[in-house]
Structures are given as structure tokens and as C-alpha cells.
């Protein structure tokens, strides 16, 4: 289906919440582009770290950013995220990555310079974005706001299975650990706080599947804003 009106859905929440699973699947569903700004995020951390950036020094900092472009291509359906044309999708979700990545999201270049591009990536519309402030600061306006939210033991327990599968050796008490981290610095910054927008719409998935949730969006999205006369 394609709502008759174009909207933007931004879906904010806590890190391991399920936002990709479901933005991928909301967005096929709808047809529209499927926007992860966490790994915009991502990519620009692993620059720094592979090219020693020393990231806390401000002018090191914005001459390493200005040198930093960010894509995204579409293969077999999903995205892969390119970082100066190199696609670095699965090196941005290192271990490595993880343990700086929300401290390097505070500073206000960095995210001056991905907000930017997020707003050029939404300008037309037909997007599912997914963050930490989309709804409250990258789309203040977007038509639909998600703040997603799932229980600690269920994200622990996605995130560990998900490092597991993916053959990374890690304790359930480091995934924990490592996403309280992430949460506090990410709700605490001075800068675009992850917050549940006032128009937020909450949805606690700890017992949703994604097709749950998405039957749930849809529905709300005919409702709201109809569909397209060829669908
Ligand atoms: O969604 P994720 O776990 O891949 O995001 C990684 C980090 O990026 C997250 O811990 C904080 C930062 N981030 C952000 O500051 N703002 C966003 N809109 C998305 C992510």
C-alpha cells in the first residue's frame, strides 16, 4: 500500500528497541525509502577510528568531518551504508563501533553535518527514518511519530541473540551493559536528547512481532491518510 498523502514516519527509541526491523518493514510495506540514521552515525565513528582522528579535538574533528561523505545504496532490498563511495555496512556494527559511537553523537558538528543530510534525504517526503530525534529535532513536523519502546531483558536478549548469530563472542551482561551505556549518554546529552516527542505515538513491542506492529502502523496510516487510488 502507498498512503494517498505522502507522510514521513519517524520512529525514535532506545538502542535494541527493534526500530530497524520494523522501519525496514513499515517502509517495504509502504513503498517508501528506509532511512537508519544510526548508521549515519556509525559511519562517521568508524572513520575517525580507522583513521586515528583525534576526536575530542573540535578543529581535528570538523577537518576529519569535512572530509566525510555519506550514501546509501539499495541491494537485494536493503540498504548498505557507503562511506566515501566504500560500503561499510558491516564494519559499522563492530564491537569497536559500539563502545564510541554515543560519545562521538554529542558533539554538535557531528551531528550539525548527518542532520543535514537527513533533512535532504526526507525533503520529499515518503520515508520511515528511524533515531533518536527525529521526531523531536531532524522532522519536528513529520505526519506520524513512533517512540518505540520494548522491557531491558527483551533488548538484552535481541542484541545478544543478534551478536551470537552473527558470531561475536560477548555476555549477555556486556550487551546490558553496553546498552544502559549507550541509553544514559544518548538521553543525557545536551544536544537533541532522545525523547519521546509530546505527538509521539508510544508502542511498548516486548510481546509485539514485527507484523504485530506493522498491521497496527498501517491501519493507523489508512485511517489517517488514506490510501493511493491505484492500490
Ligand atoms: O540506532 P543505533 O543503535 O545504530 O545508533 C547508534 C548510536 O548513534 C546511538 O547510540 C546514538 C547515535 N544516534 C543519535 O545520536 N541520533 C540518531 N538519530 C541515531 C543514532
Known sequence: MTPAQDIIVAIDGFASCGKS????SLARALNYRHIDTGAMYRAVTWYFLENHVEWR???????ALDRISITFQNHNQLNHTLLNGVDVETVIRSAAVNQEVSEI?????VREKVVALQRVMGKDKR?????????TVVFPDAELKIFLTA????RTDRRYQELILKGVLTTREEVQENLLKRDYIDSHREISPLRK???????DNSELTILDQQALIVKRIREVWGMAEHV
Open 21 to 24: 526491523s520494523l522501519a525496514k
Open 105 to 109: 553523537s554529542v558533539f554538535g558538528d
Open 151 to 154: 522491557s531491558l531483558e527483551v
Open 127 to 135: 520515508i520511515v527514518m528511524e533515531g533518536r530525534d527525529i521526531g
Open 57 to 63: 579535538h573540535q578543529a581535528k574533528r570538523e577537518d
Open 197 to 203: 516527542a509530546q505527538d509521539a505515538w508510544e508502542i
